[in-house]
């Protein structure tokens, strides 16, 4: 079991920066994928960005690339993201979740980017970025 608590989120403008943390509990937290994903109103849950359990591959989604880069701390039992240059699309609650390593490719790094890869998620914190 684990348990993730999400934290840094806010209202900001256009162009300022936030750091999200997700910490987590849980012995075995450097075990498992990490990844990010946010639902704005009356939207599907999509994909933000991901990490490989070693943290040594990381992946985002199109819409964020070159902005946002999403890190972890084993030793802190912490995956957090970083996101610069925010938009007014930007805005949502994002989770964190954490989904234990199932397949071979994951296994070598290779990051989970669906949610069904993931098995345990947080309960949010809404980014708001006014125009």
């Known amino acids: 079991q684990v348990q993730l608590v999400e934290s840094g989120g806010g209202l900001v403008q256009a162009g300022d920066s936030l750091r999200l943390s997700c910490a987590a509990s849980g012995r075995t937290f450097s075990s498992y994928a990490m990844g990010w994903f946010r639902q704005a109103p009356g939207k599907e849950r999509e994909f933000v960005a991901a990490?490989?359990?070693?943290?040594?591959?990381?992946y985002n989604a199109d819409s964020v690339k070159g902005r946002f880069t999403i890190s972890r701390d084993n030793a802190k039992n912490t995956v957090y993201l970083q996101m610069n240059s925010l938009k007014p699309e930007d805005t949502a609650v994002y989770h964190c979740?954490?989904?234990?390593?199932?397949?071979?490719?994951?296994?070598?790094?290779?990051?989970?980017?669906?949610?069904?890869?993931?098995?345990?998620w947080g309960q949010g914190t809404q980014v708001t970025v006014s125009s």
């Open positions: 979740a954490a989904g234990p390593v199932r397949t071979t490719a994951q296994a070598m790094g290779v990051p989970a980017t669906r949610t069904y890869e993931y098995d345990y």
């Open positions: 990490i490989s359990w070693s943290g040594g591959r990381t």
